[in-house]
T-cell receptor, first 117, second 114 residues
Framework: AQSVAQPEDQVNVAEGNPLTVKCTYS??????LFWYVQYPNRGLQFLLK??????LVKGSYGFEAEFNKSQTSFHLKKPSALVSDSALYFC???????????????FGQGTTLQVKP | DSGVTQTPKHLITATGQRVTLRCSPR?????VYWYQQSLDQGLQFLIQ???????AKGNILERFSAQQFPDLHSELNLSSLELGDSALYFC?????????????FGPGTRLTVL
């Protein structure tokens, strides 16, 4: 079964410092991986996805993620954090591959990012 | 703005009641997904429709049902509501099922059962 783990409930970082939000996955076959962000009282906003190709994926708002197959990880990164990046971040894996799959997303439990001025 | 709309934004109702949540997907998207977000269960997939047909079911209770109409909007019906059904319900849409299309989420409907 596909699964995703976000080992940290909360990450604290000072504004201007680099940030990393961790995600590990377990899938059969090659993974399709996603990062979403949720601001208070808002829906989930898509940040980036890894399907195939370059292991470093660039996304919205200056975020990027590094796919590491040997470590089964897909960590979200940003070189310089902003206070406005404070939010809840979700890693997700798409369920199933090939014909007949549904494409539903399996989410991690979420990581709260707190960026302090 | 993702292009996915959900109504209403908030719903407050009593135990035992029935409610309907509505979702309009992005223009051109054929697939609609419903997810439930609660403090204890996190984000859980409920059900998926593709071009009017049910495609997959997740952790959806028998008291819950959904449908997708010819104009592709979808409704999630929750009946015999219990306190534990209080949650944020999201709808997402994507293009083709089984593809690598991104799912775009609506703003959600916050359901409070008193």
């Amino acid at each position: 079964a596909q699964s995703v783990a976000q080992p940290e409930d909360q990450v604290n970082v000072a504004e201007g410092n680099p940030l990393t939000v961790k995600c590990t996955y377990s899938v059969s076959g090659n993974p399709y991986l996603f990062w979403y962000v949720q601001y208070p009282n808002r829906g989930l906003q898509f940040l980036l996805k890894y399907i195939t190709g370059d292991n470093l994926v660039k996304g919205s708002y200056g975020f990027e993620a590094e796919f590491n197959k040997s470590q089964t990880s897909f960590h979200l990164k940003k070189p310089s954090a902003l206070v406005s990046d404070s939010a809840l971040y979700f890693c997700a894996v798409r369920d199933g591959r090939g014909s007949g799959n549904t494409g539903k997303l399996i989410f991690g439990q979420g990581t709260t990012l707190q960026v302090k001025p | 703005d993702s292009g996915v709309t959900q109504t209403p934004k908030h719903l407050i109702t009593a135990t035992g009641q029935r409610v309907t949540l509505r979702c309009s997907p992005r223009s051109g998207d054929l697939s609609v997904y419903w997810y439930q977000q609660s403090l204890d269960q996190g984000l859980q997939f409920l059900i998926q429709y593709y071009n009017g047909e049910e495609r997959a079911k997740g952790n959806i209770l028998e008291r819950f049902s959904a449908q997708q109409f010819p104009d592709l909007h979808s409704e999630l019906n929750l009946s015999s509501l219990e306190l534990g059904d209080s949650a944020l319900y999201f709808c997402a849409s994507s293009g083709r099922v089984g593809s690598t299309d991104t799912q775009y989420f609506g703003p959600g409907t916050r359901l409070t059962v008193l």
